[in-house]
């Protein structure tokens, strides 16, 4: 079946570590989002891409990495720079055409807690 | 900037209709508005599309009024598997794609 797969589903880390979350679609969709959501609060856009080898910083960029090396793949770094990583990651695809984008389509996400 | 605005929460009973309003003032020409649902620990699922007007799908409808600066989302004879929260998401095109920013979103509490 088509959709988004988001790995790990909980990950634990210790402070001063990078950790990669892995996102892999299947949709064939040109366009790639993370989202970050913290309890209570709502989703903020931390990268995205519109197309391979091109991505583009959201709101919340600082402390964080990515690479969209291949149209189904954009993993996330999450680097010892991110003074506050312990949230819930969101990973999303569209077909990325211009303003009417279409659906939003998200994987499962990945809870990273540090500890 | 696109920013949207809603209201933090909304609490309505199983069988009324619910509307809830998005601000978006700022919205630019060729801009789409667009519904989500989430529940919690969940991706948020696509409810609705629209540009203006009215648009109906099987789950809500979308009114857009002609200024575009406001959209509003009607979920008809509501039930409690409806309590999640419900996000408009405008989209801002820029050269590196369309970057896509949600709102605060708005807590619909549905009880009996």
């Known amino acids: 079946d088509g959709g988004i797969t988001q790995s790990p589903k909980y990950l634990f880390r210790k402070e001063g570590q990078n950790v990669t979350l892995s996102c892999e679609q299947n949709?064939?969709?040109?366009?790639m989002y993370w989202y970050r959501q913290d309890p209570g609060q709502g989703l903020r856009l931390i990268y995205y891409?519109?197309?391979?080898?091109?991505?583009q910083k959201g709101d919340i960029a600082e402390g964080y990495s990515v690479s969209r090396e291949k149209k189904e793949s954009f993993p996330l770094t999450v680097t010892s720079a991110q003074k506050n990583p312990t949230a819930f990651y969101l990973c999303?695809?569209?077909?990325?055409?211009?303003?009417?984008?279409?659906?939003?389509?998200f994987g499962e996400g990945s809870r990273l807690t540090v500890l | 900037l696109a920013k949207t605005t809603q209201p933090i929460s909304m609490d309505s009973y199983e069988g009324q209709e619910v509307n809830i309003t998005c601000s978006h003032n700022?919205?630019?020409?060729?801009?789409?508005i667009t519904w989500y649902q989430q529940f919690p620990s969940q991706g948020p699922r696509f409810i609705i599309q629209?540009?203006?007007t009215k648009v109906t799908n099987e789950v809500a409808s979308l009114f857009i009024p002609a200024d575009r600066k406001s959209s509003t989302l009607s979920l008809p004879r509501v039930s409690l598997s409806d309590t999640a929260v419900y996000y408009c998401?405008?989209?801002?095109?820029?050269?590196?794609?369309?970057?896509?920013?949600f709102g605060t979103g708005t807590q619909l509490k549905v009880e009996l």
């Open positions: 629209g540009y203006k």
């Open positions: 999303a695809s569209s077909r990325g055409q211009g303003l009417n984008t279409g659906e939003l389509f």
């Open positions: 998401l405008q989209g801002q095109l820029t050269g590196g794609g369309n970057k896509l920013t």
């Open positions: 891409s519109q197309i391979v080898n091109d991505f």
């Open positions: 700022n919205i630019a020409t060729n801009d789409y």
């Open positions: 949709l064939n969709h040109d366009a």
